[in-house]
Every structure is written in C-alpha cells, then in structure tokens.
C-alpha cells in the first residue's frame, strides 16, 4: 500500500486507530475513551448586517479519555506527505485549550509525543505506531507528576453526575471542574473561579460538589448567593439532583440535619450579633462553602461574606465570578488567591457559546453640551433650580427632563419597530425613580401593543412586589410577556435572560465588574428562539469602557446614527480591517449608590417638562476579533435647532 496516496481520514482509519485499538489488555476502548473528529467549540457567531451565521468550529482528530470526563491527551493527523511533527502545533494549541497534559501527531508512520506534565524529560520524543502507551500508562505518569495519594487519586477521578440524558459538559467546564476538585484533592483551600456570564458557572458548581460529596471528600457543603432568585434557580434547577439532602435556608432558621445548604448571605448574617444565626453551625460544621458572585461581597475585608468565611476558616471555599474585583481596598485574589482557571467573554464569543453584539450609541445634546437654567427658573413643582451647569452626569440624579426620557423611550420603541416590537429588552436605569418614569414613558411611546397586554413594560426593581413577580415571566424563553423591562440595580446581576436581544443603557456606569455584568445579561445563545446575538443601545458613553484595557469582548459593531438616521444599524458588512477607535474618556466615578441606585442622601432632583432634547452625534465604528483599532470615515457632531 502506497501511503503518500491515502487522505488523512485513511491515515487515522488504517494506522492511527488500530495502534491505539490494539485488541489486548491496556489498550484503549474505541467504544469509552476516544472520540474521534470531535467539535468542541460551536463556531463563532458572525453577524453581517441582518445576516447571521456561524464560523468554523475547532475539530480534534482524536481526544483520550481516561474515564469519561477525565481526558489526557490529543493526537491531531496529517496524511503521509506531511512530516511526523506537522501537526504538533496544532496538536498543542488544542492540548493547552483543553488542558490535556498529552499531546501527539501522527502520519500513520509513527507518533511524536509532547508530554506538557512538569519535569518532563525528554518533553518531545518519537514512539513507534505500535508502542503508543496505553490509558493505564499514561495515566500513571500524570498522577507522578502530580504526586497523588492512593486517597486523592480517588477523589480526582470520581465519577460525574450522569442524568441519562445525554447532556455532557463543554469543555470548558470540564476544564473548571477538574481543576478545581484536583486542587482541593491535593489540599488546597481557597480557589477562584473566573468563568463569563453565561457560560455554566453554576452547573460548574453543582458537578464540583457532586464529585467532591459523592467521593466523601467533603461532606457538607455551604452555596452562598446574594439573591433569593439565584438559590430558587440553583435549587429547581442545576441542583436538583441532591433532592432530599439538599435545603435552603429559609426564615432564618437552622436543620442541621441537610448536607447540601443553599443559602442568601442576608439570610445569615445581621447588624445585631444575635441575628447573626451562621454561628449556631460550628465554625467546623461545613467542609465546602461556594461563594457565587463572590466580586459582591466577600471580596471586601468587612462584608458580611467575609465574616461568614472567616467563621468557617476550616473549610476549603471556592470563590466564582465572572468579574473578579480588584480595587485598592477590595480584592477577590487577596482573599481566594489567583483564578485557578479563567474563561472570557472574548473566548467564549470566539468559541461560540456567547452571543456577540453590535452597539448603538446615541448622544443627545444636553447630555453632551450641558443645560443652564435662566435665572428664577423653577421646576414642575414651583422648586426654584439651582443657578449651574447640569450635564450627563446630573441627568437623572439631580435634574430629570421629561423630554429627554420621551425621546429615550422613542428611540428604543423607534428600534423594537425596525427589528422586532416582541424582542426581550432590559433598559437599565439611573435609579428607581427613572426606571418608573422611563416604564410610563414606553407605555406612552407604545400604546397599541400595551393597551393589548398591561404586562408589555414592565418596571422590575426590588422595591416592587408586582415587576419582581414577573421576573421569572420575563427570563422564561416561553413567555410572551414581559417584552420591556426597566430596572436600575436588580436585574444587572444572576438574571438569566436566554433570549433578551436588546439592552438599553440610560444609567452612568463606572464600574468594569457593574458594566460587564449587565452585558453578561444578553450574552447567552438560544438557538431554540433564534438568539444568536444582541444589541445595546447606549444613552450614557458607558459603551466607553471597550476601550478600557481590563475589558475582554469587543463588540462587532458600533453604530451612532445622525439625524434623520434609523437606529438599526446598517447592512454593511464589516471589512477586516476597518475598525475605528471607541473614542471617549471612561468618566468619572459618581456618587455611590445604595440598594437599586438610590444615591444616600441624594440630592433634591429637579423636574422639568419644558427644555427641548435632541440627538447630537453621528458615527460609525466596527471592531474585530483582534482588538485592533483603526478610523474608518468620519466623526460629526451637529445641534438642531
């Protein structure tokens, strides 16, 4: 048989598949450890105007399990004109995305092994096609590496959670899970996880326990959240399993009788010493505590989060967040230590599993060049207003303009005609205040659709039984309404929105970990409901943090639209290589805020009904992949008069 005339794919059948299926003992089983041409990406989403479809996923010739779940090693072929080694870059950047200690290449002549385990020696070497090591062999030499113990050995190769159905972890997860129970098998206690909005953080956290309960590694096990509809979701859903070892706690009552708790840090913790009822649990009690959410508040040295790790020092606690704070008193990595894994927004948008987006920005002439007010002028209310300059800052907060939050409302209703008046949308506002202005304002800009259904806009904030009893409603991919959400504070944060398309920014954002959890908010992929990618449609500059280093997932489009011009983005398709800067400063940081962005001890605001609003800006930026940025057109700025 001529070789140099044979495609890969009667490489891989003829030669590499019978080395590594050998029909003996200490082989591997065609049937339980290899997958072969296996996608483990989904392909990039490309969106090109109102065109949307995938890129290439990434393929692995072959994949080697140890036991499911477990993989150790990537063999990428080439047909026979190629040398041995050709595919061992290849072959590494998949073992590294992976996080596979074994890497080989093959052209049906031999393998050439690359062994990534610390201390290898030799680290690159050739092995006859038919001496390939078996699963067993390979496997001894990654536990040397390690330097496990018969028990963690154990521990690390538990069983996942198996539901019959099918559904497998991405690898990613798989990626975040091995690690971290390998971490806590050798003894490690404190671990951070950095894992996207969007991307399983929370069934990550279910098969951590599962393999760690199940192996009686850890015996009891604390999840913490900071938001009642984060427990419910975790316990309906990616928990269910643990059924009735499994409780939350509820009422600030204790049964110490569970080994699973889910519990709110509220619901522990309390201003008075007595309400503090996490200390009727011995502070060895828990073996396991999760912190979801952890940038919230157990980053900071006097969060509630805080005290209740430091009660419960003994146990191994795992920190996970898709935005890890770090600031000059508040530090995730301070306390967890640096992320044992982190997967981004960037690489799960290049990996396809989060959507990508297009970003609408929209200026307005009194956000931009400021208001003044005539001397003596007062407000709705008979209130004289306060002789200065009001600009972005102040709108909202300090002096609300009945036409500026029309024309917002105008502007977003203006889009949901052009795309889809039943789209999903979020618009996140300055505080409880705007948000019930701006839900008024969207019933008036839309009155046919919600004449039709009173639920069409509805304000969802933490003060309003009513819009936080539709939330489930509004993530529901299966429920009509509500179709308009306006909020401030509450939903930027554990919401899981599958099939929100459109999120309005009207609220000044300083924050990178606040910014890229809204975004977070929009970023997963329905393709059940044709969710594949969003829009945002900024009112504040707050799209301004892109150009912020920290920031990891560039947008495929920005589009500002000039007068006369429609608030959908055009169908041009975006060039490689045209791309144009975000412009604009991050702005300054604002008065803090409390609970739902009620500023403490916020200033009088002034109404006013009668000061014209415009749209002021025009300009159009595309980003790519590689971050790169270049001007494309030009920039004007215009007042209407």
Known sequence: MNKKSLTEADIRTKFITPALDKDKTG????????????????????????????????????????KPNIPLAVIEAKDNNHAIGDGMQQALDYAETLDLPFAYSSTGDAFLEHDRTPGADPVEREIALDQFPGPEQLWRRYCASKGYTPQQETVAT????????????????????????????????????????????????????????????????LFLVDRNILADQTKTNDFKPFGQAMTKITKRTVDKSYEIYLCLYQAVTGVEESSN???????????????????????????AWRQVLEYFATAAQIG??????????????????????????????????????????IGLDRDLDGWRPEAGK????GFEIEDREYNERDMDRNLVLDQRTELVAAKITEFLKATNRYAKTIVFCENIDHAERMRQALVNANPDLAGKNSKYVMRITG?????????????????????????????STGVDAQTCRLIVLDKRINSMTEFKQIIGRGARINEDYDKLFFTIMDFKRATALFADPDFDGDPVQIYEPGEGETVVPPDEPAKPGEIEPTGGD?????????????????PKRYYVDDVEVRVATERVQYLDARSEERRVGKECRSRWS
Request: net charge negative.
């Open 27 to 66: 082989t591997w089983d065609v049937m339980t450890q290899i997958l072969e041409e296996h996608y483990f990406t989904k392909g990039r989403v490309i969106v090109r105007g109102q065109t949307v479809y995938r890129g290439a996923a990434k393929k692995a010739d072959y994949i080697l399990f140890y």
């Open 158 to 221: 538990f069983d996942y959670y198996d539901d019959g159905s099918g559904k497998k972890p991405r690898y990613y997860q798989l990626n975040a899970i091995n690690r971290a129970v390998d971490a806590i098998a050798r003894g490690e206690d404190r671990l951070l996880l950095v894992m996207a909005t969007g991307t399983g953080k929370t069934y990550t956290a279910f098969q951590i326990i599962w393999r760690l309960w199940k192996s009686g590694a850890k015996k009891r096990i």
């Open 277 to 303: 009822i996490y200390k009727q649990f011995s502070p060895d009690f828990f073996d396991l505590i999760i912190v979801d959410e952890c940038h919230r508040g157990s980053a900071a040295d006097d969060a």
């Open 320 to 361: 996970l967040t898709a935005t890890p704070k770090e600031t000059s008193t508040v530090s995730n990595i301070d306390y967890f230590g640096e992320p044992i894994y982190t997967y981004s927004l960037r690489q799960g948008i290049s990996d396809g599993f989060l959507a990508p987006y297009k970003v609408v920005r």
């Open 378 to 381: 007062v407000d709705r209310y």
């Open 463 to 491: 003060d309003n039984a009513e819009g936080k009893a539709q939330l489930d409603n509004f993530i529901d991919p299966e429920s009509t309404y509500p179709v308009i959400a306006t909020t401030s504070q509450l939903m």
């Open 586 to 602: 991050v702005v300054d940081p604002a008065a803090p805020v409390g609970p739902d962005g009620e500023e403490p001890n916020a």
